[in-house]
């Protein structure tokens, strides 16, 4: 099954940049997904098809896709974006949805 | 707007069954492909089943395989799961999640808890 590996934690001072990074194997080829999972609450979708966002998410988010890794980028860090991110793909070779394993932002 | 709300929540003991709804509003039910997604206590998201707007075409994990299955009432616009012998490793909040091109989930619901405990 397709495997998608992301950092446990990235810790970033407010107004600085994180970068969230997703590897699989050929992700290149794959449309990836992010979402921001706040405490207690339900994912929200920040990314879809690699770099688009959907309406009412800041541009301070963004995200590429090449090679074997995905990046979410999160530039002028806030407080408000302590959360926990997850990539994740649709496997076109088993039909399944995968989610990578998570990485908790940690504004410092 | 868009609005989906999960029922059926709870406690029940390991090898029985338990059936989860999904109230969906705000949008053309029978035009999406819906999943369920689930989410173990301090663990990351799993994906569970999805389902074809029609009810054609349903996929699930290998985790529940042959033990959930995922339906829809499209005059009420309301997913179901149907989990039978369940196990504690099914405690988990489970959310219902619409799907749209690409693969991605736009919209969730809040999630109902389940807690497999004897």
């Known amino acids: 099954s397709y495997v998608l590996t992301q950092p446990p934690s990235v810790s970033v001072a407010p107004g600085e940049t994180a970068k969230i990074t997703c590897g699989g194997n050929n992700i290149g080829s794959k449309s990836v997904h992010w979402y921001q999972q706040r405490p207690g609450q339900a994912p929200v979708l920040v990314i879809y098809y690699d770099t688009d966002r959907p309406s009412g998410i800041p541009e301070r988010f963004s995200g590429s896709n090449s090679g074997n890794t995905a990046t979410l980028t999160i530039s002028r860090v806030e407080a408000g974006d302590e959360a926990d991110y997850y990539c994740q793909v649709w496997d076109s070779n088993s039909d399944h949805y995968v989610f990578g394993t998570g990485t908790k932002v940690t504004v410092l | 707007q868009v609005r989906l709300v999960e029922s059926g929540g709870g406690v029940v003991q390991p090898g029985r069954s338990l059936r989860l709804s999904c109230a969906a509003s705000g949008f053309t039910f029978s035009s999406y492909t819906l999943h369920w997604v689930r989410q173990a206590p301090g663990k990351g998201l799993e994906w569970v089943a999805v389902?074809?707007?029609?009810?054609?075409?349903?996929y699930y994990a290998d985790s529940v395989k042959g033990r959930f299955t995922i339906s829809r009432d499209n005059s009420k616009n309301t997913l179901y799961l149907q989990m039978n012998s369940l196990t504690a490793e099914d405690t988990a909040v489970y959310f219902c999640?619409?799907?749209?091109?690409?693969?991605?989930?736009?919209?969730w619901g809040q999630g109902t808890l389940i807690t497999v405990s004897s």
């Open positions: 389902l074809s707007f029609d009810g054609s075409h349903k």
């Open positions: 999640a619409r799907g749209i091109s690409g693969g991605s989930f736009d919209n």
